[in-house]
């Protein structure tokens, strides 16, 4: 076909030790790209990571490719090596430390996944919250549910976060009870007010509110804060601003990759 063809020509021209080599090979690396071919496309942009050092990002991008096609075939260990060599190629590279922890959750390696998560909070803070459910997982796997709260109030009081200290309080909820649970949602609103923080609170107040015009009231209020939420995208790419509430890696706009970020904004 067309791809083969081309994939010849530039092979040879390589072979031939023409002047344009990084043209060549930068050609080569984005017919491979295309074809899902993630071996060859590293390889080629191996070669061009000399002259052309902002490429590494991307590199690391196609391991974390190769590394999911690997672990969908059953090799584990072949991935992970994928996965370190992605953050070899970029150590600030959150999507190798996310499916590095998804990896060794799925392998029953609580230890080893709850490191890989809290790697993401040096990498880019931002996305820390993506990772709060399972690294909540990997903590009670292993019976240390008070070391995860105890991390969560670390890190909301380094960098302030609506998402984390719902999940506190739901955790303590759960392990010491309503009160203490509004207590302390009740207290954070007072600095931070956010519409995600009142939801928390009409939901708290709903069940202990029996039914009547008092309850007729919250429903109304739950129904505004709810469509207030529902209006917000999930994800941005900075490149281009191309909006969406799906993580991918690879921006369906601009085709950029490992430019998406978390719409950070406390509402």
Same mark, same amino acid.
């Given at each position: ?63 974390? @490719?190769? &590394?999911?096609?690997? *672990?969908?075939?059953?090799?584990? /260990? =072949?991935?992970? $090596?994928? %996965?370190? !060599? ?93 009160? @203490?649970? &509004?207590?302390?949602? *009740?207290?954070?609103?007072?600095? /931070? =007010?956010?519409? $995600?923080? %009142?939801? !928390? ?67």
């Amino acid at each position: 076909g067309i791809f083969d063809l081309a994939e010849q020509v530039l092979l040879e021209m390589l072979d031939q030790d023409c002047q344009a080599k990084d043209e060549v090979c930068e050609q080569l690396m984005g017919l491979y790209e295309q074809e899902r071919d993630w071996v060859n496309a590293i390889s080629m942009g191996e070669r061009l990571l000399k002259n052309r050092a902002n490429l590494a990002p991307v590199l690391a991008q196609f391991c974390c @490719e190769q &590394a999911e096609t690997l *672990r969908r075939d059953g090799d584990i /260990n =072949p991935a992970r $090596r994928m %996965l370190r !060599r992605a953050l070899s190629f970029d150590n600030q590279c959150v999507r190798a430390s996310l499916a590095e922890g998804d990896l060794e959750m799925a392998e029953s390696n609580w230890g080893a996944a709850i490191d890989a998560f809290q790697r993401v909070w040096n990498q880019d803070s931002d996305f820390f919250d993506e990772t709060l459910d399972r690294l909540r997982q990997c903590f009670q796997h292993q019976e240390k549910e008070e070391d995860f709260i105890q991390m969560l109030a670390d890190y909301s009081a380094e960098k302030p976060s609506t998402t984390r200290i719902l999940l506190l309080s739901e955790t303590l909820k759960e392990r010491y009870g309503d009160k @203490e649970a &509004a207590d302390f949602i *009740r207290e954070y609103m007072k600095a /931070n =007010p956010s519409v $995600r923080g %009142l939801n !928390r609170i009409i939901d708290m107040s709903l069940a202990s509110t029996a039914e009547g015009e008092a309850r007729e009231h919250l429903d109304m209020l739950k129904q505004v804060s709810e469509k207030l939420l529902s209006d917000k995208s999930l994800y941005k790419f900075r490149r281009c601003g191309f909006e969406t509430p799906l993580m991918q890696w690879r921006c369906p706009s601009c085709k950029r990759w490992g430019t998406i970020k978390p719409v950070v904004k406390e509402v």
